[in-house]
């Protein structure tokens, strides 16, 4: 068991993001990396659409999110990988606020295993989880960014897409066709003052790596902690990253001070990746 740190949710003087009025939706926030975004940017200020799966869940954490924040943050039951909620969530957004300005896409991640493990209908539903999520939510926000000449979006990925991770095939492989589509839109868009940008999170204290822990350690016969400390040694800082640290570089690439920054792919990793670039 990863015991994770209590949650913080910060509320000191900061540098002024430029995120006040502006409305964000965040995906799948109910919980681990989505809901630490969530939180950094109510914050600064934004109000909030944020979903999950289930709507007690998202109903309750928007209640936390707003009662910690005095944001306003709405909490809307969706399954990113259904078009039809997608449309339902992104219509129903721009009911309640008048305009989506920020799009973080987000998600589950689909199970591990080598290839041989996953049949065709697991891998079409691996890419509707990834890729087709985020160019849906991408393809209902752009208009009106396009059309107001300011915008965000946001994939969060994974460090798999620049050196792909063990046992992680449909990861692997799904995230990088996510970087490859945020790269050509970002070309796309960058004269209508719309940023795309992908952030790689790294190892972190995530209920998500928590289970991925948990589940290596049963195969390899030793316990959670165990697992992670061989993690750990692998990541120059010798530790695994806090929710809140990622939200941190999140929060700084949606703002108004990181308009020329688009079509790139930062880590927040610890220094795991090896790779020069």
């Given at each position: ?24 939706l965040?995906?799948?926030a ?20 944020i ?69 065709l209908?697991?891998?079409e ?29 946001l994939?969060?990925t ?7 991770v ?18 050509t ?17 790294g190892?972190?204290r ?26 750990e040694?692998?990541?120059p ?41």
């Open positions: 068991m990863i015991h994770p740190l209590p949650r913080v949710v910060l509320t000191t003087a900061r540098m002024d993001l430029g995120l006040k009025n502006k409305v964000a965040v995906a799948a109910s919980r681990g990396l989505g809901r630490a975004v969530a939180e950094e940017l109510a914050n600064e200020g934004a109000s909030l659409v979903c999950a799966r289930k709507q007690e869940t998202i109903e309750r954490v928007a209640n936390e999110i707003a009662a910690a924040t005095k944001a306003k943050v709405v909490g809307l039951a969706a399954d990113v990988s259904n078009p039809d909620d997608v449309t339902r969530l992104t219509s129903s957004a721009i009911h309640r606020f008048g305009r989506i300005d920020i799009l973080v896409t987000n998600s589950g991640g689909p199970p591990a295993g080598p290839f041989e493990a996953f049949d209908e697991q891998w539903a691996a890419t509707r989880l990834l890729l087709y999520s985020s160019v849906n939510l991408a393809r209902a926000v752009v208009p009106g960014m396009k059309e107001r000449r300011w915008g965000r979006i994939n969060i994974s460090i798999a897409v620049k050196q792909p063990d046992n992680l095939i449909l990861s692997n492989s799904l995230r990088a066709g996510v970087t490859g589509f945020a790269r839109l970002a070309n796309e868009v960058a004269q209508f003052g719309i940023t795309v940008n992908n952030i790689m999170p190892y972190t995530t209920e998500r790596v928590e289970e991925l822990a948990t589940m290596m350690a049963v195969k390899q016969g030793i316990t959670p902690e165990e697992f992670v400390a061989r993690w040694k692998e990541i800082m010798h530790r695994i990253g806090e929710p809140r640290e990622f939200a941190a570089l999140a929060a700084f690439l949606v703002s108004e001070r990181a308009s020329y920054i688009t079509g790139t792919s930062i880590p927040v990793d610890g220094g795991w990746i090896k790779a020069i670039m």
